[in-house]
């Protein structure tokens, strides 16, 4: 079955405490990105993959790191998490950027810091 | 600067009635990409449309249908006979050419209820 996994889906924190969210799709997508959702903003792009050690600036890059080592794995790392960066937060994966393909969403993973 | 705009932040209509959601983005490409996804109440992001700017095309797929207009800088989505099971936040999105169209920019959503 085609899926982008997420983990963790729920997670609590503290200030400053280093985290990494996990983004794994299993249909040897070239393109992945990480996005992040909040009341009143809608979504907002953080960082994307065009391929394997291929990552580029979303919308909203600052506090968050990327790595794309494998084309499976696109993890988000927030080295020093702050409480405005409370979010819901989806990955997703694309074959291409062709007009037919289809983009895959993880469940998304609720972060809280507090 | 790429943005896209949703006016209508919630939208509510009786089942079986048709509704239009609106978008309009602006951009400075010639070429780009659009989109609509749709976020039902369990939270999960669905993908629906991409369609790029050099096809104006109408596109229709079952109940759903998207009206391009590049004239109004417009992508505005209908929904025909509408269903409980379409409430959901729609949000539409667009992607510039850097990167492979990968950068995307989204509108704020608009939430629709659709009452039994």
């Known amino acids: 079955e085609a899926q982008v996994t997420q983990n963790p889906r729920y997670l609590i924190t503290v200030t400053g405490k280093k985290l990494t969210v996990t983004c794994s799709q299993n249909m040897n997508h070239e393109y992945m990105s990480w996005y992040r959702q909040d009341p009143g903003l809608g979504l907002r792009q953080i960082y994307y993959s065009m391929n394997v050690e291929v990552t580029d600036k979303g919308d909203v890059p600052e506090g968050y790191k990327v790595s794309r080592k494998e084309k499976r794995n696109f993890p988000l790392i927030l080295e020093s998490p702050s409480p405005n960066q409370t979010s819901l937060y989806f990955c997703?994966?694309?074959?291409?950027?062709?007009?037919?393909?289809?983009?895959?969403f993880g469940p998304g993973t609720r972060l809280t810091v507090l | 600067a790429q943005k896209v705009t949703q006016a209508q932040t919630e939208i509510s209509v009786v089942e079986k009635e048709d509704v239009t959601l609106d978008c309009v983005y602006e951009?400075?490409?010639?070429?780009?990409?659009l989109f609509w996804y749709k976020q039902p109440p369990s939270g999960e992001l669905v993908f629906l449309i991409r369609?790029?700017?050099?096809?104006?095309q109408n596109e229709i797929s079952g109940r759903y249908s998207w009206n391009f207009q590049k004239s109004t800088s417009s992508f505005n989505f209908t929904i025909t006979a509408s269903q409980v099971v379409d409430s959901a936040v729609y949000f539409c999105?667009?992607?510039?050419?850097?990167?492979?169209?990968?950068?995307?920019?989204f509108g704020t959503g608009t939430k629709l209820q659709v009452i039994p």
């Open positions: 369609r790029n700017s050099f096809d104006e």
């Open positions: 951009t400075r490409d010639t070429t780009y990409y």
């Open positions: 999105a667009l992607s510039d050419p850097l990167r492979g169209y990968q950068k995307v920019t």
């Open positions: 997703a994966s694309s074959a291409t950027s062709g007009a037919t393909d289809t983009q895959y």
